[in-house]
């Protein structure tokens, strides 16, 4: 009997063809074996964002040959694997057809079980293949297309706490860095920008700081960016990195008192543990300003900060494949007509909220 299973996972829910082969020891220790990514940067840039349809053509002609880069990397062959796993939303959803068919063939070919994916539980448990957490723990996804505050209780138990009403902070970096004449992908951008404007010229609001819950909103913000990039047009090089350092700042400030109601609950919720872990995932993630924010508001709170690799916090396959693993190991199998959910809340019992964002539905 073997000790571990290997999974392959799709993943094509936004601007990434991903595909990666991991391992599962029956314990719960995991090992990635090959992770082959491929962005559309160069498809999107004339455009400013991400198109819809220009994705779901770009992972049509692409997946092929990256599910075979990561298999040939792995060094395994299809009759190897024990099920294919692929994201089955919430996403772009002309993507994410592309690649959960693509898995059902594979599936079918190889008669192989199928695991159909959350794309947010892919996010929600990768601190598990990468530092061995254990459950319960809370998770900040901070990406283009999300932002949420989530409890995970276990594989499949989660619990919303908080979400963005209208714009995800990745996609008001992105707006930001547009209205400003910055490239995109624009939080890189703005960060840079940042680094070298002064903070405290501009008063920006900070949306929702200080009420109840742990709920964000981004849109006003960037309207309040707006306004002040208007009355002081033409912007200099200075202007601009001064208005992106106010930015930057407000949102770390918003994103600190957001956080602070979710640990103060989590405590309350979970007294018995000693040292509880925040983990962060989602492409905001790598902004050191938010991190070294956050860091200080969890070590104030005896809070953990894990932040998984870079590569890992994006969007991957790794991430699709090790919840696959975890799901498997439970027993918790797809069959083909597993559809592809352009709106998929990892919590079913969530109100949904209002907004949908560039980057497609914000679940
Ligand atoms: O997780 P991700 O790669 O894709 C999804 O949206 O799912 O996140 C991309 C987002 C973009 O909005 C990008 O502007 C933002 O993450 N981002 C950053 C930084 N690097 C990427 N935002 C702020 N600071 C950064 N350094
Ligand atoms: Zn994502």
Same mark, same amino acid.
């Given at each position: 009997m073997s000790a571990s299973v290997l999974v392959l996972g799709i993943e094509t829910s936004c601007d990434e063809t991903a595909a990666s082969v991991v391992s599962r020891e029956t314990e719960g220790r995991g090992e990635i074996l090959s992770n082959v990514i491929l962005s559309q940067f160069d498809e999107h840039a004339a455009y400013g964002g991400v198109v819809p349809e220009i994705a779901a053509r770009a992972h049509v002609e692409a997946l092929d040959r990256v599910v075979q880069a990561a298999m040939d990397e792995a060094g395994v %062959? #299809? &009759? !190897?694997? !024990?099920a294919v796993a692929a994201t089955a939303g919430p996403g772009l959803i002309g993507g994410v057809i592309v690649g959960l068919t693509t898995a059902k063939a594979l599936a079918l070919a190889a008669g192989k079980p199928l695991v159909a994916v959350n794309h947010l539980e892919g996010h929600a448990l990768t601190a598990r293949l990468t530092d061995g957490i254990s459950f319960p723990y809370l998770l900040l996804l901070v990406s283009g297309g999300h932002t949420q505050i989530l409890l995970v209780r276990g594989v499949g138990q989660y619990e919303r706490w908080g979400t963005t009403i209208d714009d995800a902070l990745g996609e008001a970096f992105d707006k930001t860095a547009k209205l400003l004449g910055l490239p995109h992908p624009g939080g890189p951008a703005v960060e840079r920008a940042a680094a070298r404007g002064n903070p405290n010229r501009f008063a920006l609001p900070k949306p929702?700081? %200080?009420? /109840? %819950? &742990?709920d964000f909103s981004f849109s006003g913000l960037k309207t309040a960016l707006r306004i002040e990039a208007e009355a002081i047009a033409p912007l200099s090089e200075d202007d601009v990195d001064d208005l992106c350092a106010a930015f930057q700042r407000t949102v770390t400030l918003v994103v600190r008192n957001r956080i602070g109601h979710a640990l103060d609950r989590f405590r309350a919720e #979970? /007294?018995?543990? &000693?040292e509880p872990t925040l983990v962060v995932a989602g492409g905001v993630a790598a902004n050191k300003a938010l991190r070294a924010g956050l860091d200080a508001e969890l070590s104030a709170r005896g809070f953990r900060l894990v932040a998984p690799p870079l590569v890992l916090c994006t969007d991957n396959g790794a991430m699709i494949a090790w919840a696959g693993a975890e799901r498997l190991a439970l027993g918790l199998l797809d069959d083909l007509a597993a559809p592809a959910r352009p709106r998929w809340p990892l919590d079913q019992l969530a109100a949904p909220m209002l907004g949908s964002g560039h980057k497609g539905a914000k679940a």
């Open positions: %062959g #299809f &009759a !190897d694997l !024990d929702m700081f %200080g009420r /109840p %819950g &742990a #979970f /007294p018995e543990i &000693a």
